[in-house]
């Protein structure tokens, strides 16, 4: 009886409580609502068809870099893609651009999804190692809800772009079997900064379409399977050199659920997926570039996972085993201005091999009053360049590089949850470790347009090091919620580019090389302070101020730390109406490195109004919002916008939402 | 088509002498034909003799080095010479001089003893009013024998220098040449080049304990530039000239050199500097 009680194939709603109860009491994993299955949440959506990455930034730790209008790259307390462990579903996916253009969030989209998993540091380690945290992308599914037949259509528009967003979705779910598909389409034309300054080649389009299913073979055990096929082309990165014709994400998997297996191990669930994804640069239609190329890469990842709970007395389990194999390889062909020479070749990723393969155990445990939970991740990972021209290539620098090299990786965390009501105390020590990326550690002349260097990696790197501590202290009351919250990492062996003044740029135009190397350490802090006050049962204001310094050994600046932010909303819902005033701003960057291209960013102050209108016909209903965001058209940008691209101005936006029930 | 007749040829002469009995090293050793897999070249009949010349890769002859391979057939009953003494003088016909070029001898290999291999580097292609000839001074069974066959020298088909003659700043004529790397990668490859001086217009003396500096380039990119090159220096054993030369791409690369004499005078050759985007002395390849 316990166990069907448990199960999360018999009846979701309980399992979602018990989770909520067991875990979210202990991580400080944030949760982004993204899917609206029932029209109430609609509400909590500030809008509904903006892309994840306007979702994402929506979050407290994350910031979004910016190198135009689609495929911004989440950081999480500061660090990049390659200290984060960005996860669809549990599945590891890898992006095929040597210039960061494709970060893994741009292969999803959110009619895919329900909601995104953000853990800060070493509590991310559930999906793979990391050392800033995760993103985990969860998949919106039926579960074998008795919700029968259901659709919607979804469209909206953005005058800002002239984007629009046309979406459908129909799904069918039953104690037996459920099935969910979606298709979406965007396009948007060039973006306007304040002040009617068109920002050229912020163009994108594209389209996603995915479908999954699950089948009860008993009554104890299911099949499911995904797939999500996404495809962008035509888009504009105003901050780069270069724009993308293609970007295209096939995602796959293949899973098993049995609720119980041998004795108390309980929920087991296990998965086979693949990805492949295909990058192509163009530059064709830029203007005066010195020198045409073509740069395509491409990244396939073969996965599996397998994790089952166990509960005892005062412990609960979970056990994980994982593995991954990605293949990355990206190329460069140049053309020469005359053209009786040959084409310039380059592998810029000599398609590199990376197999890992780990485990990962967490305890909860209840010690009576206080909980502490206790995890580690022990991996192992292999990187080998398969390419001979590649590894010749590489060769050039380092003549007595391995092709092959194997590194043992590892996490382990504690976290700690005190209560004495109204007081909540979270604290936590962790330590975790990476191995370089395949840019870090294998890059050949990779541009960097925001320092103007050109990057290569070096194989022999150290694996980089983490120590985190992290403390929360929130204090809790029905109309009023205080938290205060730090973290610091130490960061031994941070990898970061260095000038080498001996060698020759390859790019034309740019001022110098750089080489990846391991710094002595690194010091990032975070901290921040949230305020929630329901004013009235329908009306809540909240406010957060945060504060973020980074430094290296040399007391260097690290580049991209956010300066002192802040954000201040107040929201209405009632039960057919909500109404929302936000404001987010920035004060002026006080710490930032030029010799990372950086340069001091101004303060700003933005503000956007939305509305939010719920109408019922029979059955059916049909959900509005409309809104307007940079209020003041305000020409800014922030720490995070590549070379300093203004974001947009004002923009009015309406989304029209039917649902099917 | 000539090299399947020959093959045949040979083949045929293998089989006769196979079914002989007279046994020995003085045989030649012809199990299978050593030419099979090289280009024929030329084939130079005169005396009652076919003279033929291969190379490993080349269709034919082209400025700057060119291994020669060289075995004479006696017309009589197909067979090869063995153990040859061949000599040979290229001679560049000009409108108003004659001159030689920089050679080697020609030895007999160590794998095949009817087969003499050596280089000729040829500093100028021939054209419709001048032309390259070499003369063979040979001797078999005991009497000397000489012919001279004139050949087409052309310009490498991708027109690319491998080879460069010019004055020192000590007044003497050199000739630098390229003899590696042949198939350019995208790694660090060895690079091998030999230089002679000119002593007369038929003397052309091997230059020892100079060095040539190495400056890789692709003008095409901004003048990038490649790491970990190595500055030539004289080997005695290959007696030539080897450094490294790492290329970073593919495409069109220029190696802009320095001759420096065995006290480190420069002879010819300048710094690549932001002014001045080449040097006077280079070779070039594209791959």
Known sequence: MYGIFLSPIYIGAQELVLQKDSIITINLDEVILISARKALDYHRQPKPLSTLDEYLESSKKVDMVKRGAYAWEPTLNNMFSERLSVTIDGMRIFGACTDKMDPVTSYVDVSNLSKAHIASGQQGAEHGTTIGGAIDLELDRGNFKETGLYGGLETGFESNNQMSVVGAELNYSDSKFYVDTDIIYRKAENYVAGGDEEVQFSQFEKYNVSANGGYKIAEDRALTSSLIFDEARDVGYPALTMDVSLARAIIASIGFEQDNLWGSLRDWKSKIYFNKVTHVMDDTKRPDVPIHMDMPGWSDTYGFYSQALLKLKKHQFLFKADGYYNKSLAEMTMYPNDPNELPMFMLTWPDVRTANGGVYVEDELDLNGSFLKIATRMAVQNQNVADEFGLNSLRIFYPEMEKSKTRFLKSISGQWHKMWMPWHLNAGLSYGDRAPSVTEGYGFYLFNSFDNHDYIGDPGLANEKSMEANTKISWEKSKFKLTAEANFFHIKDYIIGEVDPSLSVMTIGADGVKIYKNLEYANLFNTSLDMEYAILPELKWSGLISYHLGKDNNQENIPFISPFAYRSSLQFNSRSFSAGLRITGAAKQVNYNPDFGEDQTQAYTVCSLTFGKTLNFNNDSMYAKFGVENIFDENYSTYTDWKNIPRMGRNFFLTLSYSIN | ?287
């Open chain 2, 1 to 287: 088509m000539k090299t399947i007749k020959s093959f045949i040829a040979t083949f045929i002469v293998a089989l006769a002498l196979t079914s002989c009995t007279s046994d020995g090293d003085d045989n030649p050793k012809m199990e299978e034909n050593p030419m099979a897999e090289f280009n024929l070249l030329a084939n130079i009949a005169a005396n009652g003799h076919t003279l033929e010349l291969y190379s490993e890769g080349k269709n034919g002859f082209t400025t700057g080095y060119n291994e020669i391979f060289v075995r004479i057939k006696d017309n009589a009953d197909e067979s090869y010479f063995i153990d040859p003494e061949i000599a040979w003088m290229p001679v560049m016909h000009m409108m108003s001089m004659n001159h030689s070029c920089p050679k080697s001898e020609l030895a007999i290999t160590e794998e095949h003893n009817t087969v003499a291999k050596g280089y000729v580097i040829f500093q100028m292609p021939g054209n419709a009013d001048e032309f390259w000839d070499i003369t063979f001074t040979y001797t078999v069974e005991g009497q000397e024998y000489t012919l001279t066959e004139t050949i087409d020298v052309t310009a490498p088909s991708d027109g690319k220098q491998k080879v460069t003659s010019f004055m020192g700043s000590d007044d003497v004529r050199y000739v630098l040449a390229m003899v590696e790397p042949t198939d350019p990668q995208v790694a660090i490859n060895d690079i091998q080049a030999m230089l002679f001086k000119m002593e007369n217009m038929m003397s052309f003396p091997r230059v020892e304990n100079y060095t040539v500096a190495l400056d890789p380039r692709m003008p095409g990119m901004g003048n990038h530039s490649s790491p970990n090159n190595l500055d030539l220096t004289y080997d005695n054993n290959a007696k030539s000239y080897n450094g490294k030369l790492s290329l970073t791409m593919t495409g069109y690369w220029k190696l802009n050199l320095k001759l420096l004499n065995a006290t480190g005078e420069v002879l010819k050759g300048e710094d690549i500097t932001d002014e001045n985007e080449a040097s006077t002395l280079y070779f070039e390849l594209e791959f």
